[in-house]
């Protein structure tokens, strides 16, 4: 019996380059990040059997954590000798790790003019984070933008159309505070919107409210943060305004992990979150879910985010051309429209919008369809040397002002005193 995945398999062993089918290496080692909803970690084993059958490879993932937990696991294990061939690793990373010289480009391993075309398949705005140095470091692969998710059904008990998510900030708070529910004592059972500001988290939030205010937050090279701008000062104003002014959403920290129990068990109306979520949310929700882009200031405006594939330097010829096959073997056509069907995440690939599969997946759902329609209103995530520390700076300062202990102006200012401490040695003279 034909079932999906052994039409992929098969389409895979036409697909794959030729190199497959020269190697001599049996064996590679891809690192994962599994930090969302949903049963990835299945969908990756069956795509690495798959593989092994159209190849003869054995691709062994290490589900690894967070990105943050990955990118800190490989990079350990790489020094001490061992360590990953191809991992999935946040795409803002790029600066770090190439400064790190522990990466191969594409153009080191070598690509002709299939390759080449592969590379230049992908949508550009996903591209960006993959290039440096005029070499290509990676390829997009675990793609996604911020969006809304919200309760269709606590839209229309508060009396507001469950069809028509808010697009400005103003009508973000209007709807909001409808959405708000308290007990006979006061105390909030129901938030109208939450949003992250936990380590490793705070910094992708925040990198769309800046966006939102018409703002971006570093330069293209990774050397400079622009975290004390006014429209910088004004987006975490506003972030901190919807608890302490507007009421609409909690004090303090609100932890990434929780979001999607927190819209499905009815504890907020409406989350910001990760594409990723969009089939674990859609299976699990009890309510007709509702799927929107974010509103921003004057308009919709988001941040893409997510993990590309990167192949290390350390591996050898062979083990690098098996980790290039590998991930032409994850993004052709077919198998991105597989992975954006089951997962949520964006297929980077204009092509796999075009299979019908996912044509008609679309049709039938077309909430699918709405994080890859704002990518021409979406910014990069911070991506700067020395990423993880930076971010740091700027999320301690984010927490610091959302738990009230500093005022936004304030927050702004120390994070960029001490990005600008951290990134001094990468500035030219």
Not at 202 to 219: D, I, R, S
Not at 226 to 240: C, V
Not at 296 to 312: A, C, I, P, S
């Amino acid at each position: 019996m034909l079932t999906r995945r052994t039409l992929l398999a098969a389409s895979a062993v036409v697909a794959a380059p030729t190199i497959v089918r020269a190697q001599t290496t049996k064996a590679i080692t891809l690192y994962y990040p599994i930090a969302v909803g949903g049963p990835l970690a299945a969908i990756i084993d069956g795509y690495c059997k798959d593989f092994a059958t159209a190849s003869g490879i054995t691709v062994t993932p290490v589900y690894a954590g967070s990105y943050v937990e990955t990118v800190a696991k490989a990079v350990t294990a790489i020094k001490a000798g061992e360590g990953p061939h191809i991992a999935v690793v946040g795409a803002t990373e790029i600066h770090a790790l190439v400064d790190m010289d522990i990466l191969v480009s594409l153009n080191e391993m070598g690509l002709d003019a299939e390759g080449q075309k592969w590379v230049d398949g992908f949508y550009p705005a996903f591209m960006a984070n993959s290039r440096k140095n005029d070499k290509t470091w990676s390829v997009p692969f675990q793609r996604s933008t911020a969006i809304g998710y919200y309760n269709k059904t606590a839209f229309a008990e508060a009396g507001l159309d469950p069809e028509k998510f808010p697009t400005t900030w103003d009508g973000l708070v209007e709807a909001g505070k409808k959405l708000v529910k308290a007990d006979a004592s006061g105390r909030t059972t129901r938030w109208g919107f939450k949003l992250a500001a936990d380590v490793g988290n705070a910094q992708w939030t925040f990198g769309a409210l800046a966006n939102q205010a018409g703002h971006v937050l570093m330069n293209q090279a990774g050397t400079e943060v622009y975290f004390n701008a006014p429209k910088a000062i004004e987006a975490l104003n506003f972030w901190r305004a919807l608890a302490y002014d507007h009421k609409i959403t909690p004090q303090g920290v609100t932890n990434w992990g929780t979001l999607p129990s927190d819209l499905l068990e009815g504890n907020s109306a409406i989350i910001q979150s990760t594409t990723g979520n969009l089939t674990n949310l859609r299976d699990k929700a009890s309510f007709p879910l509702g799927v929107a882009g974010l509103a921003g200031k004057e308009g919709v405006r988001t941040v893409v985010g997510g993990g590309n594939l990167y192949f290390f330097k350390h591996a050898s010829e062979a083990e690098r051309k098996a980790s290039m096959a590998f991930a032409r073997f994850l993004s052709t056509p077919e198998r991105a429209a597989d992975w954006c069907m089951r997962t949520g995440y964006i297929a980077t690939r204009p092509d796999a919008w075009e299979t019908p599969a996912l044509k008609a997946y679309v049709e039938k759902f077309p909430a699918a369809n709405v994080a890859r329609s704002y990518l021409p209103v979406a910014t990069g995530e911070i991506s700067t040397f020395e990423n993880q520390r930076v971010q740091l700076a700027l999320t301690n300062n984010i927490q610091a002002c959302l738990s009230g202990a500093k005022t936004p102006a304030q927050a702004m200012e120390d994070a960029q005193s001490e990005a600008d401490r951290i990134l001094k040695p990468f500035k030219k003279a």
